[in-house]
């Protein structure tokens, strides 16, 4: 029952937060995350260390559902538009990051294996702030029909990064000879698994629709296989990201309906974002701040100009509309979960450098969501692309 009354507390906080925040025209994504601060640990106290580790899965669920949504972007019909521009802008947004934050990390003198795996943690985005403004404001437009795909698309790639970058950066700091199959085919073999399993239960709901009929039962069917996958990504190690993006993604291109039963589970899974975006401000760890020194402030400025560069650079390739070219950078500032997850993984796989890639990346984090947020709706804003208040 403890838990039903944090979990009460956090809601409340956050919708209390909303009321002051719309006074500044801040979206609710920051609402929420300077409601999770108030509360957690680092101020209030009101939510513990303790107390915040326990409610991880309501983290897990949330992502997997955020993925799930984001699936719904990747319809052919789109991709038939998008598809190539989508792959360009992702690839250049995501390989600007890491290689800029490589450079110009080990330009500054800091250690080769550091730098690796910093650069890769770089090349990941948030999807669930950006998909959180994007519903708030209800926009819609060039820059989002581009933005939506970019954000999901960019967590492979810095999954792949990150698998890539830890095992050279294992080998320089142990001495190891470079393994092609560790480095390369088992990071492969692990996207591709995730995406098949996704593709699986994303074909057994859309067939399940021949026996439920009724609306709440179909969208029963989703939430149950969401859940299902993330479990099976937790216990086979795979990404929950992925599995659930791929699941949503088949599951609307087999049901011409599908769109009625995404939008009543947005509506079930609205309060469950809020509560993703409170606890993830209660981990937000405000003394860190003081610690990241040099590395930290150059971790946060290069990331975020490796990302506005690359995507200005794959827009224009791409010959897309000037609000693309010029907003989709911004709308990408937002990095949490997937890069707070890899560096935890770092803290095991890189021990002489773990806990330093730790603290720079939950520093940026508060940085990042805090700032990212209210630099994705102005990025829409001037795009045009924002339709309600």
């Known amino acids: 029952m403890t838990v039903l009354l944090y979990l009460g507390l956090a809601m409340c906080a956050g919708l209390l937060m909303t009321r002051l925040t719309r006074l500044v025209h801040l979206p609710n994504v920051t609402a929420y995350l300077i409601a999770g601060v108030l509360i957690g640990p680092c101020v209030l ?141 088992v990071p492969l073999l692990e996207i591709i698994l995730a995406l098949a399993i996704g593709a699986g239960l994303g074909f057994l709901v859309a067939l399940s629709h021949r026996w439920f009929h009724s609306h709440t039962n179909r969208m029963s069917i989703c939430i149950a296989a969401v859940f299902c996958a993330v479990a099976i990504a937790d216990h086979f190690g795979l990404s929950s990201l992925l599995m659930c993006m791929m699941l949503g993604a088949v599951y609307v291109n087999l049901r011409s309906d599908a769109e009625r039963i995404l939008n009543s589970v947005d509506d079930w899974t609205y309060p469950l974002f809020m509560l993703f975006f409170v606890i993830s401000g209660a981990q937000l760890d405000l003394f860190s701040l003081p610690k990241v020194g040099l590395l930290g402030v150059i971790y946060i400025i290069t990331r975020f100009s490796g990302k506005w560069l690359g995507s200005w650079l794959g827009a224009t390739i791409r010959k897309c509309p000037k609000v693309v070219k010029d907003g989709i950078g911004w709308a990408l500032m937002p990095q949490a979960g997937v890069a707070i997850g890899m560096a935890t993984l770092a803290v095991t796989q890189l021990p002489q450098y773990g806990s330093q890639i730790l603290t720079v990346i939950l520093s940026a984090t508060l940085v990042y969501e805090i700032v990212g947020p209210i630099a994705t709706k102005t990025a829409l804003q001037k795009a045009g692309e924002i339709h309600t208040n």
Do not use: W
Not at 85 to 100: C, K, N, P, Q, R
Not at 142 to 171: H, M, N
């Open 45 to 185: 106290h009101l939510l513990s260390k303790d107390t915040v580790s326990s409610l991880g899965l309501i983290t897990s669920v949330a992502l997997g559902f955020i993925a799930f949504s984001i699936g719904d972007q990747f319809r052919l019909e789109d991709m038939k538009k998008l598809g190539a521009t989508v792959l360009v802008v992702t690839l250049f947004e995501s390989v600007g990051a890491v290689i800029l934050v490589d450079i110009v990390t080990l330009v500054c003198g800091f250690p080769p294996a550091e730098c690796l795996v910093l650069g890769a943690l770089a090349g990941s985005t948030a999807p669930a702030a950006t998909l959180l403004v994007v519903r708030q404001y209800k926009a819609s437009g060039p820059l989002t029909s581009v933005l939506l795909p970019v954000v999901a698309a960019d967590d492979a790639t810095g999954l792949i990064a990150y698998s890539i970058s830890i095992s050279i950066a294992q080998g320089i700091a142990n001495g190891e000879a470079f393994s092609v199959v560790n480095t390369l085919l």
